[in-house]
């Protein structure tokens, strides 16, 4: 997303871009700012930003992607980098477990620094691996949407933006006009349909209000993760 639409700076917006070392963030801001993957993790030391210019269907703005270092070495989480902060994607690896439970604790530490309203896009990478088998579940909250991608697939990476920018234009029908042409690593490849349908089934059914079972929240939530995974979001 290297163009250059007549866009304001009205309209920069910063975007936190949070997760577990490993789970794939730095490799996506790499492949929408210059098209290139490398399987080689090169840790985040500290921060990386990029500004990626969006052209929409309504409007152009722009996503000030401030990728923060996932692990404690450096600190771990940097207050200093949150404030500000319009929207943030909190990313983790479809293929563990402890990536998807670690969610939680992100959404935590986002709120209690950013305020609870700030648009969050939940993102799920590596979706050209096999997902643990268990049911992901997410209590649903005005701010807070849920997606896939695949960096290596070089698939869907453009909803998360998409997502993002609905919510801080405010229009529920827009989309971006124009993408990278980013292409997949030879030989990988997503089952589309399997993986659209996956994901519109944790939206519309594990995506809940309040635990169907009833009772107490927090017995449930002990019971209930020896069968399923949940990403708990209070």
Same mark, same amino acid.
């Given at each position: 997303?290297?163009? *250059?639409?007549?866009?304001?700076?009205?309209?920069?917006?910063?975007?936190? +871009?949070?997760?577990?070392?490993?789970?794939? *963030?730095? #490799?996506?801001?790499? +492949?929408?700012?210059?098209?290139?993957? #490398?399987?080689?993790?090169?840790?985040?030391?500290? $921060?990386? @930003?990029?500004?990626?210019? $969006?052209?929409?269907?309504?409007?152009?703005? &722009?996503?000030?992607?401030?990728?923060?270092?996932?692990?404690?070495?450096?600190?771990?989480?940097?207050?200093?980098?949150?404030?500000?902060?319009?929207?943030?994607?909190?990313?983790?690896?479809?293929?563990?477990?402890?990536? &998807?439970?670690? @969610?939680?604790?992100?959404?935590?530490?986002?709120?209690?620094?950013?305020?609870?309203?700030?648009?969050? @896009?939940?993102?799920?990478? *590596? &979706?050209?691996?096999?997902?643990?088998?268990?049911?992901?579940?997410? /209590? /649903?909250?005005?701010?807070?949407?849920?997606?896939?991608?695949?960096?290596?697939?070089?698939?869907?990476?453009?909803?998360?933006?998409?997502?993002?920018? /609905?919510?801080?234009?405010?229009?529920?029908?827009?989309?971006?006009?124009?993408?990278?042409?980013?292409?997949?690593?030879?030989?990988?490849?997503?089952?589309?349909? *399997?993986?659209?349908?996956? @994901?519109?089934?944790?939206?519309?059914?594990?995506?809940?209000?309040?635990?169907?079972?009833?009772?107490?929240?927090?017995?449930?939530?002990?019971?209930?993760?020896? &069968?399923?995974?949940?990403?708990?979001?209070?």
């Amino acid at each position: 997303m290297n163009y *250059k639409p007549n866009w304001s700076s009205q309209y920069t917006y910063k975007c936190l +871009l949070l997760g577990n070392t490993r789970v794939g *963030k730095s #490799t996506f801001m790499r +492949l929408l700012s210059t098209g290139n993957f #490398t399987e080689e993790h090169l840790p985040t030391k500290g $921060l990386m @930003v990029h500004t990626l210019l $969006l052209e929409t269907n309504y409007q152009p703005l &722009a996503l000030q992607l401030w990728d923060v270092a996932g692990d404690c070495q450096h600190g771990g989480l940097h207050n200093g980098y949150y404030f500000h902060a319009r929207c943030a994607i909190i990313m983790f690896d479809l293929s563990e477990i402890s990536s &998807a439970a670690s @969610v939680a604790e992100w959404v935590r530490e986002l709120e209690a620094i950013c305020g609870p309203d700030l648009p969050v @896009v939940i993102c799920g990478n *590596k &979706a050209d691996l096999n997902p643990f088998p268990r049911e992901l579940l997410l /209590r /649903r909250r005005g701010n807070v949407n849920y997606c896939e991608i695949s960096c290596k697939a070089a698939w869907n990476l453009k909803e998360p933006l998409e997502l993002l920018s /609905r919510c801080l234009l405010g229009y529920s029908k827009l989309h971006l006009i124009s993408e990278p042409i980013i292409q997949p690593v030879t030989g990988c490849e997503v089952d589309k349909q *399997k993986m659209e349908g996956r @994901v519109r089934d944790i939206r519309n059914r594990a995506l809940v209000e309040e635990d169907q079972k009833g009772g107490q929240d927090g017995q449930n939530r002990h019971q209930r993760t020896k &069968a399923q995974q949940y990403i708990v979001l209070n």
